[in-house]
């Protein structure tokens, strides 16, 4: 089993910033992606950003040039640096990695955090 734990949420005023963390840990021998997502009340969970094992990174159009995500593999981390906040970026922000957790393993299985919550304030 896979466990993401996320860290880092919190209210900030419009404007400001904020760095999430999360941290892979269990039976894990490759990650495919690391990605996170969010969720704000009412609203379907979307994609925010998306970093593959030496591949692509992606941002959704309304996170581009104000999140950066990025990974340090050797700890199986996964980070979202958010600058210039604004109070539509207020969400539940979720963890999401593609893991192979066996051998052999036909594909990767995803896992998702529990979430983090950040609050922007006008």
């Known amino acids: 089993q896979v466990q993401l734990v996320e860290s880092g949420g919190g209210l900030v005023q419009a404007g400001g910033s904020l760095r999430l963390t999360c941290r892979a840990s269990?039976?894990?021998?490759?990650?495919?992606?690391m990605a996170w997502y969010r969720q704000a009340p009412g609203k379907q969970r979307e994609l925010v950003a998306v970093?593959?094992?030496?591949?692509?990174?992606d941002y959704a159009d309304s996170v581009k040039g104000r999140f950066a995500i990025s990974r340090d593999n050797a700890a199986k981390s996964v980070f979202l640096q958010m600058n210039s906040l604004k109070p539509e970026d207020t969400a539940v922000y979720f963890c999401h990695a593609e893991v192979q957790d066996e051998v052999p393993a036909l594909d990767f299985t995803p896992y998702w955090g529990r979430g983090t919550q950040v609050t922007v304030s006008s």
């Open positions: 269990g039976i894990i021998f490759a990650i495919k992606s």
């Open positions: 970093m593959t094992t030496g591949g692509p990174t």
